[in-house]
Every structure is written in structure tokens, then in C-alpha cells.
């Protein structure tokens, strides 16, 4: 079985691995709505600092040495619960934090379609079996994490300042950059050599090309 059906697909997903994860991170920004009139470099920029953020507050890399903020907050924030569901597919929808109820939600059917995307596209050196969902998984606790009480660290991490009077200023959320520190936080956490964000960017556009083949097929169901 193949969830890549077309040749010339298959080869622009597989270029997305020549893009650099803080590229990936940019273009994740530039996707999200009120981030459309920033700059590439801009982007870029709180991009790369969202990565930092998220990879310190993962705490050091499997097998480094103790000692980051990272450590610290997850230590004292229990780890939500962990719900797995089917019906993600259609929404392309992998995982979601549920603040009010203190869960992760999971979907086990986009989870197993990206597990299948990566053998499609030889990326199993960078994903091993098992990597979707416990990627997905930490993405969601990082959520948690910087919901429970690290977003204005967030927030001062990005030091987007929109306003200042003597010494009070005043900083900007950026909206998406949660995600990217998230995937930055994943990352760090599994001791990956690329960022989830690789897999989620080329999942997108397969699950987009497979509901819309789905909706071809089926027109009645429009």
C-alpha cells in the first residue's frame, strides 16, 4: 500500500527535505493568518527564536547533561492524559491538546498514514517506526507546558516589541509560533536529526491531494 499515488508528487514531497527546518519553521508562520504582510526575514527570525525556545524548554537532548528550564517545568506540570480516537484523516488533524479536560487527543488514522508516508518517501533514517506518534505526543505536551505557565516566557523569548514608553515595553504574541516551538520541543525531546515539521509539512499536502482525489470520486458527497 502507498499513500503517495502520483510520481510527480512523491518527488515534490521528497524535495522538502533539501528545506532547512528553520525555513520550514518561516513558512509554517507565513501560513498562519495576520502574518501575511511580515517578511521572509522576519518570519525567519521568530521562527528560529520559537525553535530555541521550544528545545530549551525540552530540557537537554537524550542522553546530555541535566540542568535546563525545560526540565524543571515538566517536572512540575504532570503530563496529560492520552486519548487515541480514529477521524483526524479528513481534517488532517494528527493531535490536539485539550487545556479544559487536561488530555491529548490522538488520531490514530492520520497517525498511521503518516507512518506509511514515511516508508513512501525514504525517510525512515530520519523518523523511525514509532516517531509519528510519540512526536506527536510531545508536541502536545509542550502545548500544555506553555499553556500551564510559560507563555509570556514565550512571548519574551520572541521579543517582538510593539510598543515602548521609558522603560515599559510592550511585546507581541506571534501567532503560530507556539507550533513551531512545539516541533522544536518534540525534536530536542526524541533526540531527532529533523524537526517533525518536515513530516507534518509533507503530510499536509498528501492528506490535501487524498480528500480532494476522495472528493473527485465521490461527488455526491459534496
Same mark, same amino acid.
Given at each position: 500500500?502507498?499513500?503517495?499515488?502520483?510520481?510527480?508528487?512523491?518527488?515534490?514531497?521528497?524535495?522538502?527535505?533539501?528545506?532547512?527546518?528553520?525555513?520550514?519553521?518561516?513558512?509554517?508562520?507565513?501560513?498562519? *493568518?495576520? &502574518?501575511?504582510?511580515?517578511?521572509?526575514?522576519?518570519?525567519?527570525?521568530?521562527?528560529? %527564536?520559537?525553535?530555541?525556545?521550544?528545545?530549551?524548554?525540552?530540557? $537537554?537532548? $537524550?542522553?546530555?547533561?541535566?540542568?535546563?528550564?525545560?526540565?524543571?517545568?515538566?517536572?512540575?506540570?504532570?503530563?496529560?492524559?492520552?486519548?487515541?480516537?480514529?477521524?483526524?484523516?479528513?481534517?488532517? !488533524?494528527?493531535?490536539? #491538546?485539550?487545556?479544559?479536560?487536561?488530555?491529548?487527543?490522538?488520531? @490514530?488514522?492520520?497517525?498511521?498514514?503518516?507512518?506509511?508516508?514515511?516508508?513512501?518517501?525514504?525517510?525512515?533514517?530520519?523518523? $523511525?517506526?514509532?516517531?509519528?506518534?510519540?512526536?506527536?505526543?510531545?508536541?502536545?505536551?509542550?502545548?500544555?507546558?506553555?499553556?500551564?505557565?510559560?507563555?509570556?516566557? !514565550?512571548?519574551?523569548?520572541?521579543?517582538?516589541?510593539?510598543?515602548? !514608553?521609558?522603560?515599559?515595553?510592550?511585546?507581541? #504574541?506571534?501567532?503560530?509560533?507556539?507550533?513551531?516551538?512545539?516541533?522544536?520541543?518534540? @525534536?530536542?525531546?526524541?533526540? !531527532?536529526? %529533523?524537526? *517533525?515539521?518536515?513530516?507534518?509539512?509533507?503530510?499536509?499536502?498528501?492528506?490535501?491531494?487524498? &480528500?480532494?482525489?476522495?472528493?473527485?470520486? &465521490? *461527488?455526491?458527497? &459534496?
Amino acid at each position: 500500500m502507498t499513500v503517495v499515488d502520483v510520481v510527480a508528487e512523491a518527488a515534490a514531497l521528497r524535495a522538502l527535505e533539501d528545506v532547512d527546518d528553520a525555513e520550514l519553521g518561516a513558512r509554517l508562520l507565513r501560513g498562519v *493568518p495576520t &502574518n501575511e504582510s511580515r517578511s521572509d526575514e522576519e518570519l525567519l527570525r521568530h521562527a528560529t %527564536r520559537a525553535t530555541a525556545f521550544g528545545a530549551e524548554l525540552a530540557g $537537554p537532548a $537524550p542522553g546530555g547533561s541535566a540542568s535546563s528550564a525545560g526540565s524543571a517545568s515538566s517536572a512540575g506540570s504532570p503530563s496529560p492524559e492520552i486519548v487515541e480516537h480514529e477521524g483526524g484523516l479528513e481534517a488532517a !488533524l494528527l493531535a490536539q #491538546y485539550d487545556a479544559r479536560h487536561h488530555r491529548i487527543d490522538l488520531f @490514530t488514522d492520520t497517525i498511521a498514514f503518516c507512518e506509511q508516508l514515511v516508508d513512501d518517501l525514504g525517510w525512515r533514517h530520519l523518523f $523511525p517506526v514509532g516517531t509519528v506518534r510519540a512526536a506527536a505526543v510531545e508536541h502536545e505536551r509542550a502545548h500544555h507546558l506553555v499553556t500551564a505557565d510559560r507563555s509570556r516566557d !514565550l512571548r519574551a523569548a520572541l521579543d517582538h516589541e510593539v510598543f515602548r !514608553l521609558g522603560r515599559f515595553r510592550r511585546l507581541a #504574541y506571534i501567532a503560530g509560533a507556539d507550533e513551531v516551538a512545539a516541533h522544536a520541543f518534540a @525534536t530536542r525531546s526524541l533526540g !531527532l536529526t %529533523r524537526s *517533525p515539521l518536515l513530516l507534518t509539512a509533507a503530510a499536509t499536502a498528501a492528506i490535501r491531494t487524498r &480528500n480532494d482525489a476522495r472528493s473527485a470520486s &465521490n *461527488p455526491k458527497e &459534496n
